[in-house]
């Protein structure tokens, strides 16, 4: 088949890998003619270790990043509360991965080029025409294309959920941001480690020489920071943390080095799709970054999409059949995130992390 996927970020890429290593012909649009990605970290859990697999990557995929086996939580002072080990999902692997989002995109990058898709940067689709048997489609260079379905990977403002589900729901801003910031990995940081409290804080090793740490702050009213205030402010977010990070927030003195996004939040509770158009990943069930998991939900849609595709008679079916199957999953990460969330900026009752991330090791070491 020939197979239209909007979005080059991880699950399109993702997406682009599991259906053209079943032998059909792909196309990738992107519409960042840099095809950049953020220069800090991101968790990769055990459910994600062991969906790799499906992809061909697993060993080039852990050799890009850091492995560890469990979640260090912390009280705000510092004092240690608990260390959670993590379901070991493939055997011989490491359960978690921390790893550079640079380098989990070259991967995926490499591969998608492997196995033939064709990627095409700096375009976006103008129009949608789905004839039934075959969708059309007129792009932004103004070039067209014909093809069997599409797939909009295209993130939490998709243009393609735009296009086809007008009346689907929309982020809404939580009234949270989060900071990211690569250090130099301190020896002893060898696993995610999770600070509770109003600042939710996170450190995780990338690989044996830099780790990164996140920070989730109460943003009231959704303020812009500008470009040559970010470590600062960041600094300041800090300030009263336990000792450990005051100490690291004193090395955050590059405003380049600083990422900076407001937390949003959506879930579609109808349909995923129209006709033979279908969406996965942020552009269906935005997550907020608390679990971690919001890579890892792209990345195992992508898979299920193209098993369904796979199997069922009709698209339609595979397209229903894999919704069926990512829903409550999915639902689960967002909406447990965001109650995280809501916690630490008093908009609801504090979880006791411990519980949770116990929980979710369990939710997620099910089959997807």
Not at 33 to 39: A, F, H, T
Not at 126 to 131: L, M, S
Not at 348 to 366: C, I, N, W
Request: charged residues 20%.
């Amino acid at each position: 088949m020939e197979i239209l996927i909007i979005g080059g970020g991880i699950g399109g890429l993702c997406s682009a890998i599991a259906f053209g290593q079943r032998g059909h012909r792909v196309t990738v649009i992107e519409r960042d003619p840099e095809w950049s990605v953020y220069g800090v970290g991101i968790t990769q859990q055990a459910n994600v270790v062991r969906a790799v697999a499906e992809l061909g990557i697993r060993d080039d995929y852990l050799a890009a990043g850091f492995g560890f086996d469990a979640v260090e939580i912390y009280a705000p002072d510092g004092t240690r509360l608990a260390r959670v080990p993590s379901p070991r999902l493939a055997e011989g692997y490491p359960p978690n991965l921390g790893m550079g989002r640079p380098a989990l995109h070259d991967l995926l990058a490499r591969r998608t080029n492997a196995v033939g898709a064709e990627v095409r940067l700096g375009v976006t689709v103008e129009r949608i025409d789905d004839h039934g048997d075959k969708v059309e489609v007129a792009f932004s260079d103004g070039t067209s294309g014909s093809y069997d379905f599409v797939v909009g990977a295209d993130g939490v403002y998709s243009q393609t959920r735009a296009m086809i589900l007008p009346d689907a729901e929309k982020p809404e801003f939580t009234g949270q941001g989060v900071w990211r910031y690569n250090f130099p990995r301190d020896p002893e940081v060898d696993c995610l480690r999770a600070f509770n409290g109003p600042t939710g804080i996170g450190l995780v090793p990338m690989n044996p020489e830099v780790m990164y740490m996140f920070v989730t702050t109460p943003e009231p009213g959704n303020p812009r920071y500008p470009h040559d205030e970010l470590a600062p402010a960041m600094r300041a977010k800090l300030a009263g943390t336990a000792p450990y990070i005051s100490a690291l927030a004193e090395q955050i003195t590059d405003n380049d080095g600083v990422v900076y996004r407001p937390l949003e939040g959506m879930m579609v509770r109808g349909p995923w799709h129209k006709g033979r158009v279908v969406l996965l990943g942020d552009a269906v069930h935005a997550t907020t970054p608390h679990l971690g998991q919001g890579g890892g939900m792209a990345i195992e849609d992508a898979i299920v999409l193209a098993e369904e595709v796979e199997t069922q008679p009709t698209i339609e079916q595979a397209f229903t059949a894999y919704r069926a199957r990512r829903f409550d999953r999915c639902d689960y990460i967002v909406s447990t995130s965001l109650a995280i969330c809501f916690g630490q900026i008093g908009k609801g009752p504090q979880l006791d992390m411990t519980s949770v991330t116990r929980e979710m090791f369990e939710v997620t070491a099910r089959p997807i």
